[in-house]
Each structure stands twice: as structure tokens, then as C-alpha cells.
């Protein structure tokens, strides 16, 4: 348990600079949503293009 508690306040430490700066904070979640985003328009579009195969392909 005591290695858990250690490890944890440094972390919140790292994090409190980083909130302080709303700029920052916008830019990581800008950053989370396009790669969200990017993932899910990869998928959609290899499906698309595995759907559109198998039609023409039978």
C-alpha cells in the first residue's frame, strides 16, 4: 500500500502546472479528439473500402 501512495502524489504535482494554463489543457484535448477522431475515420474508411470490395468482388 505504501509504494501506491508514494507514487501518487508526484504525479498530481506534474499535472497541477499543466492545468494552471487553460491554453495548454485546450491543445492536449484537442490533440485526445482529433486522434479520437482520426482512429475512427481510419476504421470507417477500411471498412468502407473492405465492404465496397466484397460487393464488387461477389
Known sequence: ??????KRP???RR???TASSPLVREQLARR??????GIVV?????V???VGWWVLSH
Open 1 to 6: 500500500m505504501s509504494p501506491q501512495s508514494n
Open 10 to 12: 508526484p504525479t498530481k
Open 15 to 17: 499535472n497541477q502546472p
Open 32 to 37: 485526445k479528439r482529433w486522434m479520437i477522431v
Open 42 to 46: 481510419g476504421v470507417a474508411v477500411v
Open 48 to 50: 468502407a473500402i473492405g
